[in-house]
């Protein structure tokens, strides 16, 4: 029994890496999924026969109350709320690692199992209060801003001190409860702590490195209870996490230092004002200047989720493209809110992925763009990035949408983006605005296709 159980977490984390591999491309993402999916579930099978359970009626019960909340989520969760299902994903799966670790204390404990049931209460309990802290600045039910005051720093020095001192403290005494009852207070408190100075702009990179977080409880856990494929599962997620984190960093122009010592929280403390006038456009004006292009960008960003504008922008695709012309979308790392965010969008809206193209491929095409649609973005596209040093993204790579011949900004006002920045983009002499909600204004451009 114990070959086939070992065999089974062999082949389970084949099917993780696999399925990994697979998530890697849009075309092949849903199968890469399953394939994961499948693994996790023989890799559950064979924990419980590994450890032996009998009584199966309460991990029967977990499995159809979990299905069914699983179900319901992906049917009635909106698009425009993924970004705060993923982190409450990050943070479900850190406080299912810390209740792990504390499961797996016992009274003769070595002092290597001790300081891995350490390192998955904390990092699981971080994890937990952070994803929720995301949560609530991506719902916005919470301000999303960076909450900031005197002393911060030596705050969060002192937790981080007291998680030292009590991680000792129970290491060396693992019979005293109070310890344990200190290191997962601390760990919970630092969570929020470490969450709260990070601005709206940054919840790409913190959702990210939270998902990291999960994957190192996870790992941290599976050496507490002496599993191999939970330690396989969590350091690939681990290391997955860190590598989108990397590249989440990379696209915002910030290092991963930063990141993991919480140094970037206010990307909005300074304002750049711009003067100048906004030039509107309306429906059938822009319908003259599309129905004569030959070369068309569309620069998705949050507004299209919000606006669930992704099916009338696929049939103003396809109505462009029967016009002759060419179509392509510009897919910036961190647009929306979560890392891939827009692609999951026109994944839904049945894009083709040949269409998608990265910042760094559709920024040298962009002086050949007759006109390029800017749909909701503000921040990915916003030239201060490259024009004014004082300004808080200074530096972070763009989409050059004012290279283009002509640009379209659909927004409903002239409200700053998430990151409280003005936009220069919204007065250049090329940019022309069409206020409205981004669903109707699409609308009604291809009504006058019709």
Known sequence: MDTAIQFVYVLSAALFVYGLKQLGSPATARRGNLVSSLGMLCAVVAALLDQGIVEYQWILAGFVVGGLLGAAAARLVQM???PEMVALFNGFGGMASLLVGWAALEGDASTFSLITIVLSIFI???TFTGSLVAYGKLSETIGSGAV???GQQIVNSLLVAAMFGSAVMFVNEPGNAQWLYILVGVALLFGIMAVIPIGGADMPVVISLLNSYSGLAACAA???INNNILIVAGSLVGASGIVLTRIMCKAMNRSLANVLFSGFGSV???T?????EVKPINVEDAYY?????SNVAIVPGYGMAVAQAQHVVKELQELLESNGCEVNYGIHPVAGRMPGHMNVLLAEA???YDLLMEMDDINPRMETVDVCIVIGANDVVNPAAREIESSPIYGMPIINVDHARSVFVLKRSMASGFAGIENPLFYKDNTRMLFGDAKESIGALIREFD
């Open 124 to 126: 699981g309990g971080l």
């Open 80 to 82: 425009t709320a993924m």
């Open 268 to 270: 909005a403390t300074a």
């Open 148 to 150: 900031l005051f005197r």
């Open 289 to 293: 200047v599309l129905e004569a292009a």
């Open 272 to 276: 750049t004002k711009v003067s100048g």
């Open 222 to 224: 599976g050496f507490a």
């Open 350 to 352: 049945d894009v083709s």
